[in-house]
T-cell receptor, first 110, second 116 residues
């Protein structure tokens, strides 16, 4: 079983749509959780951290369910510029290495 | 540009040659991480270094790969006797200190290694 699993997509959605990505992780001792964004052939960039209480940043909302070992990202009012690969990232108990999922591809169309 | 710098951005090597990838962390950062992204795969942790110390190399292949972060100069990831399976994007990230919870890892643009 992979340590971080994501639906690879692709998700093709029209502008203005709401889209949700899910992610599961296998190590219950994981401590920190993130969503990164990676544009084609470029470096990953932090989109947002994910907290147990849930957190929101503009059009983006992230949720963490520790009991189910499940993380989600909701994007409202999708923009063309949201087209990218979204990476679910977990910090294992060791504290140093980031553990990346393979990513979910999003394409927002006019 | 005070961001993480990596060079070269693209590197082509023939099988059996050596590849040297360099990473200069963000100004003020003293912790460097190397990750590898194989085609169609997620990023995989390789090694975590501080100045003159390897902290965690649990993700490094046992042979042909080595990393260093000298007191002066950039961090170097060295791959000896490259094989086609080493073709990948190699990303470097840096943070300012211990404890991931409060230290975002900032990534460099990556080095794309192609082995012919």
């Amino acid at each position: 079983r992979k340590e971080v699993e994501q639906d690879p997509g692709p998700f093709n959605v029209p502008e203005g749509a709401t889209v949700a990505f899910n992610c599961t992780y296998s190590n219950s001792a994981s401590q920190s959780f993130f969503w990164y964004r990676q544009d084609c052939r470029k470096e990953p960039k932090l989109l947002m951290s994910v907290y147990s209480s849930g957190n929101e940043d503009g059009r983006f909302t992230a949720q963490l369910n520790r009991a189910s070992q499940y993380i989600s990202l909701l994007i409202r009012d999708s923009k063309l510029s949201d087209s990218a690969t979204y990476l679910c990232v977990v910090n294992l108990n060791s504290g140093y290495a980031l553990n990346f999922g393979k990513g979910t591809s999003l394409l927002v169309t006019p | 540009n005070a961001g993480v710098m990596q060079n070269p951005r693209h590197l082509v090597r023939r099988r059996g040659q050596e590849a040297r990838l360099r990473c200069s962390p963000m100004k003020g950062h003293s912790h460097v991480y190397w990750y590898r992204q194989l085609p169609e795969e997620g990023l995989k942790f390789m090694v975590y270094l501080q100045k003159e110390n390897i902290i965690d190399e649990s993700g490094m292949p046992k042979e042909r790969f080595s990393a260093e972060f000298p007191k002066e100069g950039p961090s170097i990831l060295r791959i000896q006797q490259v094989v086609r399976g080493d073709s990948a994007a190699y990303f470097c990230a840096s943070t300012g200190g211990f404890g991931l919870a409060y230290n975002e890892q900032f990534f460099g643009p990556g080095t794309r290694l192609t082995v012919l």
